[in-house]
């Protein structure tokens, strides 16, 4: 095989699969690791990927890289409907109180919360968030009580940050918290771009008597630029896809349960 043709098939494989490994290269191609680190190299250099750690992965992975609102809402939107579903079955019963994070997965479990929720369940129930999109949802023709958390807002996800955002939150304890990821790795723990909504996330963690995340599969594996919880701080995973054994591993090692959507 001409190298053209290895490097074109290897773009491919990074753009299926998301992340390959030189070891992966090496035995798929029938070639050296040197040679798949001259390949990825110059793969790298075209803009087609970008290497980590034991292989490369999307040029459009990097650590800070997130895309808007509006894209996240198009994406995966079945899996996240499904997951949203089966948050739902995870809401208190009687008189509760839960934080929602933002989020385009947590967005759906407030839709849902409006026009699933029974109307005398809907009544016991508080719900905190800091996400305009969420609020203006439950603010309109719903029965459930409604607090926003107060910041500057970020235009690029429509969620209050900073400073009077972490305070508010700290200063909370309620019964349940519904959180949001952008990456989920067996090392390195929960993860977001963001330095402002990853202090935001840390404090809705530390304030919920009980954490669910609700991920699809494509964050499951993934870091980003800032860890905002450990694994041990999570008590409940939804997403729609079995983790990989690491990650398995190391979610049941931190006693966090693990709910298929």
């Known amino acids: 095989m001409f190298a053209e043709e290895r ?15 030189v070891a992966e290269l090496a035995g798929r191609f029938d070639i050296t690791k040197e040679t798949v680190r001259r390949d990825l190299a110059l793969l790298e250099s075209d803009g087609r990927l970008r ?3 034991g292989g490369a992965v999307a040029a459009g992975k990097a650590s800070t890289s997130e895309q808007s609102l509006g894209t996240r809402q198009l994406m995966h939107h079945d899996r996240k409907l499904r997951i949203a579903r089966k948050a739902l079955e995870l809401v208190p019963s009687g008189a509760a109180s839960m934080i929602l994070d933002a989020g385009t997965t947590t967005e759906l479990l407030a839709e849902l919360l409006t026009t699933e929720l029974p109307a005398g369940r809907a ?12 609020a203006y949802k439950l603010s309109i023709g719903s ?3 409604l607090e926003t958390i107060g910041g500057r807002v970020r235009g690029l996800t429509s969620a209050a940050i900073g400073a009077r955002a972490v305070e508010q939150f700290r ?12 990456g989920i790795d067996a090392g390195f723990g929960l993860s977001t771009p963001d330095a402002l909504e990853a202090a935001v996330k840390t404090a809705i963690v530390d304030s919920a008597r009980r954490v669910v995340v609700l991920a699809d599969s494509s964050k499951l594996g993934e870091e ?4 905002f919880a450990a694994l041990a701080d999570v008590d409940t995973l939804v997403t729609d896809t079995e983790p990989d054994p690491g990650l398995a591993r190391a979610l049941d090692e931190a006693d966090v349960e693990v709910v298929l959507a």
């Open 171 to 182: 200063a909370l304890r309620p019964d349940i918290a519904f959180i949001g990821a952008n």
């Open 51 to 53: 290497r980590v750690h």
């Open 123 to 134: 009544d016991e129930l508080l719900v905190i968030t800091h996400a305009l999109p969420i």
């Open 143 to 145: 029965r459930l009580q």
């Open 224 to 227: 980003t630029l800032v860890r």
């Open 7 to 21: 490097h074109r098939k290897i773009g491919e494989l990074v753009a299926a699969q998301g992340r390959v490994s």
